[in-house]
């Protein structure tokens, strides 16, 4: 009997780079993981996490790519240019009511 089989997916290169970065601090190869992550679909009879829409956060700088940050500073810039303000007081009540901040 065969002791591993093949498993093939298709993932964006920047999500692939971002958690092999992780797992890679956690000492954990790649195909690991999804063993890991195969195993607990077993364990727990379905997704071992909650597969919801997130609660509506602010996008994380951190985490993006440098296309993505440069395409977020652009679109401020054009606002800006265009003469597309907003009093600070006004953004503020609106991200705390959008984020519960």
Avoid: W
């Amino acid at each position: 009997m065969q002791r591993t089989s093949n498993v093939f997916a298709r993932v964006e290169p920047e999500i692939k780079d971002q958690a092999e970065r992780i797992l890679n601090e956690l000492g954990i190869p790649m195909s690991n993981a999804i063993g890991l992550f195969l195993r607990q679909i077993i364990m727990q009879r379905g997704i071992p996490f909650d597969v919801k829409l997130p609660a509506r956060m602010p996008p994380a700088i951190g985490a993006m790519s440098a296309a993505a940050l440069n395409v977020e500073l652009q679109k401020g810039y054009d606002d800006i240019c265009a003469g597309r303000l907003h009093d600070l007081d006004d953004v503020v009540a609106e991200m705390q009511e959008d984020y519960n901040a």
